[in-house]
């Protein structure tokens, strides 16, 4: 048998595989879980949800002690029909408790099998018992303990020298001790819940989910408070129906202890930096007053950090701006943050795309030397430079000139004879005497006056011919 045993433990589930709904359950004989020798302080809280499957005289849910003296530090326990909560108690026996000033009881019937929330928070000498998240009971206390030599136990108490008395036959579940006295909201606000472990304020966490024939019950704070089962103590499935936390899913939890909730508005309830109101680091990344505007080194959120925080991003508000990116010409943007890649006046001629007729060619530009007759516009004025402009031009040889146009000879002057209607030369009449005596328009022109007429005549005949 012993040879199949390790055999036996090869195919059951994994740890890890495990990790669900377990919880310890307890005969009622001499098992219990020792937790090792805590030390929380003076202000601390222990939380647990138990189920008491038989009712007996004395039964533990909860203790811490010394062997050599056999007093409790702490004990919160039922017994003899009271709920019994007992700080640095100086009688081993737990039968008396209610006598004794340093002791709580609280006379309630208790039922077996029903799932109760049980928490014992302790803040100087002051000490409440909280029942399924409502406060049951508080008293003061003379004196309070220390701790750090007194080992702590669930599920059973010392008594005559030896661990495993009183001892539970019921289930426990969901463990935890806090290094802070918690208030009845937070102890209501988490009680539902299986915690990460990773909570703010924990001083030491047993979620109970390890695998049956497993004799460890590992601390999930991180604080290496791991559990030992000591006799019949066992892993079975918990009956408590628990919801799994991932972190940051307890909304009335303040995770991070900085005084806010995510209720109350804390965006990240898992650094105590950030919270409503508090003040902004420049270029973390982070919304530090969770006012919903980050200031974050990467803003647009394009794999580029911004020049404000160091990065190379020259517009940490545009996503289509970065190192990054292909240069898109003439967008009035530098998108790939490149000062030396030209976005406009592409060929450096001083000229943007607004004036320069080709932003490709250096020599075309407003003002550019012109080259006649390439057929190609170098000054941007519209229109190309051609050599035949002069001859085309209007010159003496197409214009009307002296010749064509109606000069001396063709025009009528004081040489050139007049005619009427009826072509009769109008000519003055001179006497013989020298006389010009103006005659008559009408009378017959003298034979020299005719001679010249006729003479006048041909001369202008012939030079229209």
Known sequence: MRRLLPLLLLLLPTAA??????????DGGTDYVDLGELDPGTNYTIEAW???????????????????DAYNAIYAGYVQNSWV????????????????ANTMCLSLPLNTGVLRHVAVVVEGNLVSFY?????????????????????WLLGAETDGGNYGSDSLNGIIDEVRVWSVARSADQILCTMDWALTGTEAGLYAHWPMDEIVFSAVAPDQSG?????SLINDAVFVASPFALTYSVGGDITCFDGDSDGFTVADGDCDDADPNTYPGAPEVACDGADNDCSGDTDASDEDEDGFTGLDCGGDDCDDTNPNVNPGEVETVYNGLDDDCDPGTRDDDLDEDGFGIAVDCDDTDEDRYPGAPEIADDGIDQDCDGEDETTGDDDDATDDDDAT???????????????????????????????????????????APTEAALGLFLL????LRRRRV
Not at 223 to 227: C, R, S, T, V
Request: with cysteine; charged share 35%; aromatic share 6%.
């Open 223 to 227: 604080n290496g408070w791991d559990a």
């Open 401 to 443: 000139d002296d010749d064509d146009a109606t000069d001396d000879d063709d025009a009528t002057d004081d040489d050139d004879v007049a005619f009427d209607d009826d072509d009769s030369a109008i000519l003055p009449i001179r006497r013989d005497d020298g006389c010009d005596c103006g005659g008559d328009e009408t009378e």
């Open 50 to 68: 138990v189920r008491f499957d038989a009712i007996t005289l004395t039964q533990t849910v909860f203790s811490a002690s010394e062997l050599t």
């Open 17 to 26: 595989a495990a990790q669900t709904t377990n919880a310890v359950q307890f």
């Open 131 to 151: 029942l399924d998240g409502s406060l049951a009971a508080v008293t003061s206390v003379d004196t309070t303990p220390t701790y750090g030599l007194d080992t």
């Open 85 to 100: 909560v007992e700080l640095d108690d100086d009688d081993e026996f737990e039968n008396d408790d209610c006598e004794t």
């Open 456 to 459: 006048s005549a041909g001369a």
